[in-house]
């Protein structure tokens, strides 16, 4: 079935600094992913791989074209054009973004920041935080920074929370910006197992790979981009 269509999606990013400079972000993008299908935009530094997924995920608008996504309840929503409402609604309980890096408040732990995936989602929060101690523990984190805010953590390790919190309560459409960035070739492989589990749970994924190797791994799709003119 599929989940995400996206139809001659063009963006030029208006920067208003002094008088109003227009910048192409990217252009006439189209591709289609099914459920449990990952799709790889692969491309130059530049070519507007990051905004096409904000564009997905409707941090930014779109210039041009259609974003169409299909609901689980069957419905067909355009995320560009889907009022503010909806989009909330959207991010709340079916797509996911994982940026390349961790945004969290201070003060929580890292098992905290996990497992509030699976409390909002109605799990006990015991259920939960064992869940979350499991998936951190997979992805090397050791226990004793478990109970510790991950904003002391390494770049790594910061990047395995993101990645845990992201998946540990697959949403429909998952949209993934270099999830593995800054980790090691063993540890990039255990996510590239996760998210292949996620696939044979029927999760629609979109992402982003420096690692070619993951990347050919993973996906089922590769979608090229060349440098904007
Ligand atoms: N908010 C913004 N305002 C203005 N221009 C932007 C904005 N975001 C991105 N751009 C421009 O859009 C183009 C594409 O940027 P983007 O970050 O999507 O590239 P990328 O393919 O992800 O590159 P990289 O591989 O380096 O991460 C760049 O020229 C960038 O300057
Ligand atoms: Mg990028």
Excluded at 24 to 41: A, P, R, T, Y
Excluded at 42 to 71: C, D, E, M, Q, W
Excluded at 182 to 199: A, F
């Amino acid at each position: 079935m599929t989940r995400l269509e996206v139809k001659d999606l063009d963006k030029t990013f208006k920067v208003h600094t002094q008088g109003s400079i227009e910048v192409k972000g990217f252009e006439n993008i189209g591709f289609d992913v099914k459920q449990g299908e990952f799709l790889s935009l692969f491309g130059p530094s530049g070519a507007g791989k990051s905004s096409i997924l904000k564009t997905l995920f409707r941090t930014y608008t779109t210039t041009k074209g259609n974003i169409v996504f299909h609901r689980d309840n069957g419905n067909k929503i355009d995320i560009a054009t889907a009022t503010e409402s909806e989009i909330l609604e959207l991010r709340k309980s079916e797509i996911g973004y994982v940026s390349q890096f961790l945004q969290i408040l201070p003060r929580i732990s890292a098992v905290d920041v996990v497992a509030q995936q699976l409390i909002v989602k109605g799990e006990s929060e015991e259920v939960s935080r064992n869940k979350a101690k499991e998936m951190l523990d997979y992805l090397s984190i050791r226990e004793e920074l478990f109970d510790l805010s991950p904003l002391t953590f390494s770049g790594g390790e910061q990047q395995r929370v993101n990645i845990a919190k992201g998946i540990i309560a697959p949403k429909s459409l998952l949209l993934l910006d270099e999830p593995t960035a800054s980790l090691d070739k063993t540890n990039t492989m255990k996510v590239v197992e996760k998210l292949k589990e996620l696939k044979t749970q029927g999760v629609a994924m979109v992402g982003i790979f420096h690692d070619l190797e993951a990347m050919e791994m993973i996906s089922d799709k590769i979608y090229k981009l060349e440098r904007v003119q």
